[in-house]
Structures are given as C-alpha cells and as structure tokens.
C-alpha cells in the first residue's frame, strides 16, 4: 500500500549542538563580514524568530560565520534558510587548512557544487528549507570556521552588493556526527540530545520463531555503522533487518550458525524490506519488490520460544537502527513470494 503520506517514527542517536547561539544572529557571537542582519522575521516554527542576512555594498564575501575549533572528526552543518532577491548560498566548513563546502539554491530547493561535502536540502514549507552538509572525510585536527556566505550563482561567491539584498536565515547547527540530526535549539550554551530507543515489543507468546516475516519500511542515516531492528531472544540469538553503507542488511543467529548479508543499495529515501525466514530450511531478503537475495549454505535453527521480543538493535541492544520507520510488522507464518512482492512493492 501506498504509505508516502504517512507519518514515521524519527529514532535518533545522542547528538549536540556545538553552536552556542543558534538563532539570535544578531549576537556578536557571530561575526558579519560584508554583511549586516536584520531581524522580526517569520521563522519555520512559526514565530517571529528569523534573520535576513544583508549583503553590503562592497564588493567582497557576504557572509555570516563563527570561529571554532575541531578534533580529527566527521562533522554536519545545517541551517534553515528561505529565498529573498538572493536565492544562492554556499555552506562552509573551513578547518583551518582547507573547506569543505555546499551550494545550495533556495528557490527551486536544489542542490548546487559540493567539495569535500555531501548536501542535503528538505522542503519545510512557505519557502523555508533546512539546507545540511556533512563532510565526507575526517575533518583536521585545529581552528577554523563555518560561515554561510550568499551568492550571486552557484559557485559565485564574492561580489559586489546593492546594500539590502540577501536570504532569511534561522536554526543553525554544528554536530560531531556523519549527517545531521533535528534541531536542537540553543540560546547560550551548546544543548544535547539523548539518544531516543524503541525496545521490548512483543513477547514468546506472539513470534513464531519457527518461520515468519520481519518487514520495515525505512530510511535511515548512513553513520557508517550497522543499524538494525531485530527480533531476538535479548542475548545470542536473531533474526535482524536494517542498513549499512547505504545497502540493506540483514542478519540470522541461532547461537552457532552466523550468517549476514549487506549488498542491495536502498533508494534515497523511503524502502520497503523483508526478509523471510523458516528455520533449517531457507532465508529469502526483498526489497522494494524484488528479492534480492537468498540465504544459501545451512540455514539457522530456530526453535519454540527462541524469538521473544522486537527492538531498535541487535540481540544485546547495540547497532540501534537511526532513522525515519513507517512500518515495522512480524508475520507468525511463511509469505509466498507473491504476498512478498506486494508487501514490498
């Protein structure tokens, strides 16, 4: 069925906002350079929170920015950003040997030229985009900055201003992370949020650990790291579906045989997973329509009571899966490769 309209469970990992002063520009926490801010505009929360960020009539590099400094770490830059007469903005990260940096364009919600960096732009509505970038290699040891600098064209930063042209800016945020998580305001100091789990669903009585079907529909952060729901008995053994590195994982341990498979890419996005199962006999993984993959070689063994809770991880509680989930469901019985190929279509 067709859930593209449905909402989803968001389950994220701890993360901090290193930027002590996300929404109040007007502090002198942030440097403006060839620029000026101007506040009282309607932000994406509705409230009359937001800055436009004002170029000057020089002709320079109109930006925003703040000096930090970084360990030897992966990082994730995001801000919510809306067009006025500009619509062009490059995102950088400079860690005081080179930048790593993405263009994004604000009116038609696009992505633009990127080094060093992966973009992201999601729509929030009235014009309002949170515009990410994540560094795609380890960022160097010492001091640096980010900025958000406005442009004239994708890749044309520094040039002359009029004096009042510019972009709406609200909600920024620095994260020691792989990709960027929501966002955590701050009015002062830098804020945390914990890691959020679902755990201990379901019980003996409910899974049939002889055969069945675990199912998700998905899209998860890629942090470079397995990330699973599983059906378990809390310990030693599982039946696991999630991703890593971008591809569908999938796991099945009875105590003695280990077996694992990561190797069908996801879609950018919503996906739709199964991986089916009956004990001894075979193992069959779709997704998005299609299997995609069969267990071969001797099956794991499951017997009566083996399988007694559904979690967000492994069997020990690790590899939490962190993403967006839609559906998760676990069939008590085999599907046919037909009901399989509609579940996940």
Not at 55 to 60: F, H, I, L, R
Not at 231 to 245: H, M, P, Q, R, Y
Not at 317 to 338: C, M, P, S
Request: aromatic letters at 14%.
């Amino acid at each position: 069925s067709d859930s593209s309209t449905e909402p989803s469970l968001l389950l994220e990992p701890q993360s901090t906002n290193l930027i002590t002063y996300s929404e109040d520009f007007n502090q002198s926490y942030w440097n403006k350079g060839g620029s000026s801010v101007v506040s009282g505009f309607i932000s994406p929360d509705g409230t009359s929170n937001a800055f436009k960020l004002v170029e000057n009539t020089a002709t320079t590099t109109h930006q925003i920015f703040r000096a930090f400094s970084y360990l030897n770490a992966k990082y994730s830059l995001s801000v919510f950003l809306k067009a006025d007469e500009r619509n062009w903005i490059k995102v950088n990260l400079y860690d005081g040997t080179s930048s790593v940096y993405t263009y994004f364009d604000l009116t038609n919600g696009a992505v633009g030229q990127e080094l060093g960096a992966s973009g992201k732009i999601e729509n929030y509505g009235n014009g309002w985009y949170k515009c990410s970038m994540s560094t795609t290699s380890v960022v160097s040891l010492g001091s640096g900055n980010i900025s958000f600098r406005l442009a004239e064209f994708d890749g044309g930063t520094g040039y002359i201003g009029d004096g009042t042209s510019g972009i709406y800016i609200f909600g920024a945020q620095l994260e020691q992370n792989s990709y960027a998580t929501s966002y955590i305001p701050t009015s002062g100091s830098t804020a945390t949020r914990l890691g959020e789990t679902a755990n201990n669903a379901g019980g003996a009585g409910v899974f049939n650990s002889e055969e069945g079907v675990l199912y998700a529909e998905i899209s998860a952060f890629d942090n470079g790291y397995y990330n699973f729901w599983s059906l378990s008995d809390l310990s030693n053994k599982e039946i696991a579906l999630g991703v890593k590195d971008g591809l569908l994982a999938s796991t099945l341990y009875d105590g003695t045989t280990f077996l694992i498979n990561n190797s069908a890419p996801l879609l950018d996005g919503n996906n739709k997973a199964a991986i089916k199962w009956v004990s001894g006999t075979s193992a069959d993984v779709w997704l998005n329509g299609l299997k995609v993959y069969t267990y071969t070689g001797t099956i794991p063994t499951f017997v009566a009571n083996d399988l007694i809770t559904l979690r967000q991880g492994d069997r020990q509680g690790n590899f939490h899966f962190y993403g967006k989930t839609k559906n998760i469901q676990v069939f008590n019985y085999a599907l046919t490769d037909e009901e399989l190929q509609t579940l996940t279509t």
